[in-house]
């Protein structure tokens, strides 16, 4: 990697190179011109060492390494990028990636079979993130460029055929850059499609959203409400319930381990019934809410975090099924995979909402690459306010680009 200095060239620029410096490691030469040339960088990733079938993954299942990277012009191939990871997205799919067994999810299941050992690469986790590309063998992207990937690894450093990522962020858009992976990123996704397609929502409608202050709950509740709808939401802890009610705008939510008869709950909540259920948690909370659906009632099924850690026999069964008969309820299992003829539709309407400040969103950052483990086992607590991210480079300068809207 060279560092030229160019006349003109601008601050952050500059203030990007240096921070760049700091983090190339030794194996540093002068090249001939002059310009300093770094060739091998050390970072750490994480990879598969041992399927989780049950419980929450532990060190057991998920180990850290490090690896070096080469940088020298030969090493990295044509169209790919070299990329330092900056933010990384953590989200409960990943859990069903670990089991080793596929269902439920249907997720291909992270390789740690012996073919996988012989090529370290596939052992490797992978998820949404954001990076910085430090070399380049494409002509589409230079280096400095901040760039997308739902494939990216869970890793400081990698080197990717470029044609996998699928875009570069615009960092003077005024969206703060975590953003990408959370109100725009698949959380935001799923609770459009959750709400405005399968849900249809309108004004008046009576809408319940469970694990409602997660990345998925808060902009379901936020979308319900802009389009006119009563909207209730359950989570974990009083602190959530109050953040529910004063930050996303929900028009009343309550804690779901102090009010345990959910039934009797949803009485008190929803004098009128439900019309809309966006179900993220599954089991004993869907099978409650199966008996106040109302006639011609939506039930989106976007997960089912309450049943991630078990296998299938453990899981709770939902018994009043047939309440799906009698009210002509549409129950539907989705993924936003499966939308993504909708994701520009669905991006027009939330970087607006975004830049409006209509919408606002929350992180609970985790910091540093080695935390992934604890921000992963995080999701199955109740321990996180909003959308779990980890910010890979701490104190990197694209910290002080967030704009507003985002709280953290
Ligand atoms: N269909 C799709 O394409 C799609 C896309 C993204 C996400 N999802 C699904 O949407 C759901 C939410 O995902 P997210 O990314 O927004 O995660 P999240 O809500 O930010 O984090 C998970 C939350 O689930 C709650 N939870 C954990 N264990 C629970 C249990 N046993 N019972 C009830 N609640 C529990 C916790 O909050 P509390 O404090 O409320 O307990 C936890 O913070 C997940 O089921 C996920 O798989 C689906």
Redesign the pocket.
Known sequence: MYFKRQSGESISNRFYKKVCRAILTEQSTMAGDGTEKATVIEGKEWYMAAYAPQGVPSSDHLKLRTVTISLADDSIPDGHVAVELLWISV???LRSRMTGHQDGLYMPQFKIDESALKCMLMQVLVAFGVGRVIKSKDSRYSEGDIVLNPYFPIAEYCVMPSDSLIRKIDVTAGIAIPDYLNALG??GF?AWVGIVVLGEAKPGLNVFV????????MFAGQLAKLRGCRVIG????DD?VKLLKEAFGYDDAFN?KRETDYDAALSKYFPNGIDVYLD??G?K?LEAVLNHINIGGRIPL?????EYNKTWKERDGVRNLLNLVGKNVRMEG????SYLNRFQDFLKEMEDYLLQGKIISKTKTYNGIDSFLESLGS????T?NG??VIQVKVNDIYTKFLPKPSLS
């Open positions: 989200d409960p799919y698949a959380p799923a469970s694990a409602a202050a997660g990345g998925v709950g359950s989570t974990g802890s959530k779901y993220n948690v089991g909370m976007c997960g089912m975090i309450s989705f993924l936003v995979g999701l199955f607590s109740s996180n959308k779990v």
